[in-house]
């Protein structure tokens, strides 16, 4: 059965203090994983989406990257409005269904 | 461009009532996606619409059902309301070529 699990479940970091997310999975075919950000009673925000194993994305303090089974999220010296909830999900090769991990909660202290 | 929206916002409801939720897609996008989503939780998958047809489903029982529009637009129906379905209800939509999924902020359902 497909599955996606995050760790830790919530994680505190000093500001400056840079740390990694971690995302386990188990899919039958990868069609996609993505990496989403969600703040408190909003929507997920769209962060990063990896096709293969080996594929590295950035954008500002992120910075994911791709296993065959895992994958990370980077955050280099975060500021607190990096606090909030990531989630990771994947689809399978059918396309018919998007699994999304518990998530992680970040807070970040100045 | 405009993004995903829904409404309403939030809503309050008594067990055994009906819900409509809508979705007005992201711009081109013709594949839309909702999804449950409760306290402390992940998204839960419900189910898929692509061109007005249903074409994946999660682990959700026949009460909860779904239409979407040509112009893409959806709505997600719940019947016989239980306290359970208090969620915060998400919609997505994507390009059908594309994998990535866009949400909207999402509507809070509060079942008493």
């Known amino acids: 059965e497909d599955q996606v699990t995050q760790s830790p479940e919530a994680l505190r970091l000093q500001e400056g203090e840079s740390s990694s997310l971690n995302c386990s999975y188990t899919?039958?075919?990868?069609?996609?994983l993505f990496w989403y950000r969600q703040d408190p009673g909003k929507g997920p925000e769209f962060l990063f989406t990896l096709y293969s194993a080996g594929e590295e994305k950035e954008k500002e303090r992120l910075k994911a990257t791709l296993t065959k089974k895992e994958s990370f999220l980077h955050i280099t010296a975060p500021k607190p409005e990096d606090s909030a909830t990531y989630l990771c999900a994947v689809t399978n090769t059918g396309g018919f269904k998007t699994i999304f991990g518990a998530g992680t909660r970040l807070f970040v202290k100045a | 461009e405009t993004g995903v929206t829904q409404s309403p916002t939030h809503l309050i409801k008594t067990r055994g009532q009906q819900v409509t939720l809508r979705c007005s897609s992201q711009?081109?996008?013709?594949?839309v996606s909702w999804y449950q989503q409760a306290l402390g939780q992940g998204p839960q998958f419900i189910f898929q619409y692509y061109r007005e047809e249903e074409n994946g489903r999660g682990n959700f029982p026949p009460r909860f059902s779904g239409l979407q529009f040509p112009n893409y637009s959806s709505e997600l129906n719940v019947n016989a309301l239980e306290l359970d379905d208090s969620a915060l209800y998400l919609c997505?939509?994507?390009?059908?070529?594309?994998?990535?999924?866009?949400f909207g902020p999402g509507t809070r359902l509060l079942v008493l």
């Open positions: 899919v039958s075919g990868l069609r996609g």
């Open positions: 997505a939509s994507r390009d059908g070529q594309m994998e990535t999924q866009y």
């Open positions: 711009s081109g996008h013709n594949t």
